[in-house]
């Protein structure tokens, strides 16, 4: 059993910083002591939720954009040792399902540990010795330490830094994968990002990386459609100050948009998605939505069509290795992403940031 320090959210209160213990590893399990962990808005959807419906039981360790070190391995565990630098996979892959063998490892279907129970019967977290805490968003991040199945650890080379690479446990794979593996999108596309937070912006640069002709970036901060254009977008649009976003898209590519990405998660933004898209293009949701979305049904005469993106649609313990090289050659940007490194201390702070939309990304060191 490990006495760690951890961010825990309890209620619609501010997060706290409290003492846990966590139990493991168990069989098949990788306890990893945690270098960095990114703040994502899906995190912040969580605690919204708790702060508006009380959603989400709680107490919960959130986090899930974590890159740390192995420190022990639990019996049968033949992927890591201990020393090995990993990358936390937030929806882990079982290898065996029906998903993971018709090689759609990110819809694997084996449940995705929500409590990351021992043995699933003992809760492995509790704060202050007792009251049990759920594992938040897969990997629990924002914490000393975690304990996570064997699946969901990703091995990396050790030169490259935990500190920014953490991003591609979750906004750097969902973002270029959306364009490379869910789309495919083809060097000479026309293509558009709707919002460029973290999601985005990979989403800006996967479609640089796939040789697109012109990468429209669509958002109301005028800071974020300056970021986008470092990431490689060749147009701009604010669309706080655009009335009518479609057909300016529309306008700029003739109406041939080959694809367009919706990286924000409401409703209204995939509707404009898909209809920006030319007779046969693809329009991709890769932002966490609840929300339902209304289409016109002759679209479909034209062929248009509307796919949704998992995590990159990724097999992760592919892709994930493949990014650090990439980013380790310059061929992708993830220190621009981080706007601001804080000690898990100020994690109430780095939240405000990411809701007042100051931040493309912050990262926070659990072990300061
Ligand atoms: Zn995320
Ligand atoms: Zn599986």
Redesign the pocket.
């Known amino acids: 059993m490990i006495k760690m320090k951890s961010a825990v959210l309890s209620g619609p209160g501010p997060l706290t910083i409290e003492e846990v213990t966590l139990d493991g590893p168990g069989a098949g399990e990788v306890l990893v002591k945690i270098a960095a962990c ?1 703040v ?4 912040l959807h969580v605690i919204n939720g708790v702060r508006a419906a009380g959603q989400a039981a709680t107490p919960v360790i959130l986090g ?2 974590a890159a740390g070190v192995v420190e022990e391995i639990g019996p049968g565990v033949t992927s890591v040792v201990p020393g090995d630098h990993v990358i936390m996979a ?1 929806h882990p892959t079982c290898g065996k399902c029906y998903y993971c063998r018709r090689a759609m490892p990110q819809i694997c279907e084996t449940p995705d540990y929500p409590d990351r129970a021992v043995d699933g019967a003992h809760p492995r977290l509790r704060v202050a010795g007792k009251t049990p805490a759920r594992q938040g ?1 897969g990997v629990g991040g924002f914490s000393e330490y975690t304990c996570m199945p064997e699946g969901g650890v990703v091995k990396i080379r050790k030169d490259a830094p935990l500190e920014t690479v953490c991003l591609i ?3 750097v794979t ?1 973002g270029i994968g959306a364009v490379t593996n869910a789309a495919k999108v083809e060097p000479g596309s026309l293509v558009a990002v709707i919002g460029l937070g ?2 985005g912006l990979n989403c800006v640069q996967g479609a640089r990386l796939a040789g697109a002709h012109r990468i429209i970036a669509i958002d109301v901060l005028p800071d974020k459609l300056e970021m986008a254009a470092r990431f490689g977008a060749t147009d701009f649009i604010n669309a706080s100050a655009e009335e009518d976003v479609v057909r300016k898209v529309v306008e700029l590519t003739q109406g041939r948009l080959d694809y367009a990405f919706e990286a924000i998660g409401l409703g209204k933004t995939v509707e404009q998605a898909f209809a920006m898209i030319r007779p046969g293009g693809t329009a991709v949701a890769v932002g ?1 939505t609840a929300q339902n979305v209304t289409v016109p049904g002759r679209a479909f005469l034209a062929e248009k069509k509307l796919i949704g993106s998992l995590y990159g649609s990724a097999s992760i313990h592919y892709m994930i290795p493949r990014l650090v090289d990439l980013y380790m050659e310059d061929k992708i940007m993830l220190d621009e992403l981080v706007s601001k490194r804080r000690p898990l201390s100020e994690i109430n702070e780095a939240f405000a940031d990411l809701e007042a939309g100051h931040v493309a990304r912050s990262v926070l060191y659990p072990g300061q």
Request: include cysteine; charge should be negative.
């Open positions: 990114g994502c808005h899906s995190d899930h954009e937030f968003i446990g979750c906004a969902t973290g999601v966490v």
